[in-house]
């Protein structure tokens, strides 16, 4: 399986940016999707989470700002982000939780898109 991203830029602060992930594979459903951040000298965070059935969780710093969103046809995730601060700046990474079909039942691993860098100018 590979994750793909893409959406990633430079914008000014109070603007706008779509981040974008999809998903490749031979894979029988995801369970979640998720978006990552990582700003210069800080730990990796969870920005947003989507599961099955559309049920999102978001960092407190990005809701009401932020909205993720799954498109289980295309397999993909997207990560609309608005009202953009500088804090906001960092690479941002999907994530998965990908199931398989195994014999027997499932087996489930997860996966992690390469990054694309975000960049809010103040």
């Known amino acids: 399986v590979q994750l793909q991203a893409s959406g990633g830029g430079l914008v000014q602060a109070g603007g706008s940016l779509r981040l974008h992930c999809t998903a490749n594979?031979?894979?029988?459903?995801?369970?979640?999707w998720a978006w990552y951040r990582q700003a210069p000298g800080q730990q990796r965070e969870l920005v947003a989470r989507?599961?099955?059935?559309?049920?999102?969780n978001y960092a407190d710093s990005v809701k009401g700002r932020f909205t993720i969103s799954r498109d289980d046809a295309k397999r993909a995730v997207i990560l609309q982000m608005n009202s953009l601060y500088s804090e906001d700046t960092g690479v941002y990474y999907c994530?998965?939780?990908?199931?398989?079909?195994?014999?027997?039942?499932?087996?489930?691993?997860?996966?992690w898109g390469p990054g694309t860098q975000v960049t809010v100018s103040s």
């Open positions: 994530h998965a939780d990908v199931i398989f079909r195994d014999t027997p039942g499932v087996r489930r691993s997860e996966y």
């Open positions: 989507v599961r099955t059935g559309a049920d999102t």
């Open positions: 594979g031979n894979i029988l459903n995801i369970a979640s």
